[in-house]
């Protein structure tokens, strides 16, 4: 594991800036792993995260369930239906990021829908994730115009707050979210849901080109993207590669078997390996 040390709350921000950082400055991209916190089960999320880091990942993206996950794909759906099923709450996720931070300091993004975090209460939500540990949030469907009430509450606990730019924003949409990102922004490559995906589309190194314009923050690449040669040819453009999907198929297929892990950690070697 990179590092032991137990890192508070008030070193978040530089863990999240300090992984890319220290990436440029050794000429590699950040290799972004989403899972879905419970699915199967909490222990089993916490075995997952520790080996995911031992094979390469950089940053984990921490998927909180929830029962309409309008902007997923059917199989990070059913991991979410899998996590609610097993009582899987948004306090649970937070004590299990409390426990990721006792043994390392990969940085955790917590991502979801606002639906749980306005209920759970936006104060109480920024506090909570802070004194876990956590670096970050990206909320889906939570545009920079609506943001404003939770990312002050975060900006109080120096958590980022992460937008979205999809394959429809117009350049008046890229300046907003640039101007209000934190963290990194994440570049949707598909229009749709979450899901694997054969092909990348051609104008993704465009749309990066574009998003650089307005801003200095790493841009990110996600959806879709589920071999070694795809997060290699999105490695080439981006600052990140985010994978998801891929990666929960892997679960889905193997719940209660023992090399679960080791499965997982060797597919997520060899998308490290692929980014170069």
């Given at each position: 594991m990179k590092d032991t040390r137990r890192l508070s709350a008030s070193s978040s921000r530089s863990r999240l800036e300090g992984v890319f950082r220290g990436l440029q400055e050794r000429g590699e991209k950040a290799l972004i792993t989403f899972i879905t916190a419970g699915d199967?089960?909490?222990g089993t999320t916490k075995r997952i995260i520790f080996e995911l880091?031992?094979?390469?990942?950089?940053?984990?993206?921490?998927?909180?369930?929830?029962s309409d996950p309008m902007a997923d794909g059917p199989t990070i759906q059913a991991s979410s239906e899998r996590a609610l099923k097993g009582g899987a709450t948004v306090k649970d996720v937070l004590r299990l990021v409390r426990e990721i931070r006792g043994k390392s300091s990969i940085p955790v993004v917590?991502?979801?829908?606002?639906?749980?975090?306005?209920?759970?209460?936006?104060?109480?939500?920024?506090?909570?994730?802070?004194d876990a540990g956590a670096d970050g949030?990206?909320?889906?469907?939570?545009?920079p115009e609506e943001a404003g009430g939770l990312k002050r509450e975060l900006q109080r606990k120096a958590l980022d707050l992460i937008y979205l730019v999809t394959?429809?924003?117009n350049t008046g949409r890229m300046r907003l979210v640039a101007s209000k990102a934190s963290g990194f922004i994440y570049y949707v490559s598909v229009a749709g849901v979450t899901g694997a995906r054969k092909t990348l589309a051609d104008r993704i190194p465009a749309e990066i080109r574009k998003i650089r314009k307005f801003t200095g923050l790493p841009v990110c690449v996600g959806f879709g993207i589920s071999t070694p040669a795809q997060a290699r040819r999105a490695a080439a453009c981006a600052d990140g590669v985010v994978v998801g999907s891929a990666i929960i198929d892997i679960i889905a297929r193997n719940i209660g078997a023992k090399d679960l892990a080791a499965r997982m950690g060797r597919f997520v070697s060899g998308l490290k390996k692929g980014m170069g």
């Open positions: 199967p089960d909490m880091e031992r094979s390469g990942a950089d940053i984990i993206e921490l998927g909180m369930p929830f917590l991502f979801g829908y606002y639906n749980p975090v306005f209920v759970y209460g936006l104060e109480r939500f920024a506090r909570d994730a802070a949030v990206l909320v889906v469907d939570l545009p394959p429809t924003s």
